[in-house]
């Protein structure tokens, strides 16, 4: 079992950039593949990246391609996301997990999530 908190969340204005953090407990952390997913208020969570076990592969939503990045070191069980160029609509909750199935389904261990607000 994985457990996971996210860090790395606050206020930024349109345009800024924000570096959020999953630390994940549990020796089996290195052979997972990750997802990044959001949920903003009244709307369902959707998906938002995803790394591949090793790091050789990445996916990412439209909405956020060309300027969010998934990152992870498995020395030190942790997955990053880095955003750039935030907007308003990037606005949301922040949620990392393990991946039951590539590169969208996720498994049911959410960590408590991390709050993103971009002002305009």
């Known amino acids: 079992q994985v457990q996971l908190v996210e860090s790395g969340g606050g206020l930024v204005q349109a345009g800024g950039s924000l570096r959020l953090s999953c630390a994940a407990s549990?020796?089996?952390?290195?052979?997972?593949?990750m997802g990044w997913f959001r949920q903003a208020p009244g709307k369902e969570r959707e998906f938002v990246a995803a790394?591949?076990?090793?790091?050789?592969?990445?996916y990412y939503a439209d909405s956020v391609k060309g300027r969010f990045t998934i990152s992870r070191d498995n020395a030190k069980n942790t997955v990053f996301l880095q955003m750039n160029s935030l907007k308003p609509e990037d606005t949301a909750a922040y949620y990392c997990?393990?991946?039951?199935?590539?590169?969208?389904?996720?498994?049911?261990?959410w960590g408590q999530g991390t709050q993103v607000t971009v002002s305009s």
């Open positions: 997990v393990p991946l039951a199935g590539w590169p969208k389904t996720p498994t049911g261990y």
């Open positions: 549990g020796r089996t952390f290195g052979n997972k593949n």
């Open positions: 790394i591949f076990w090793d790091g050789v592969a990445t």
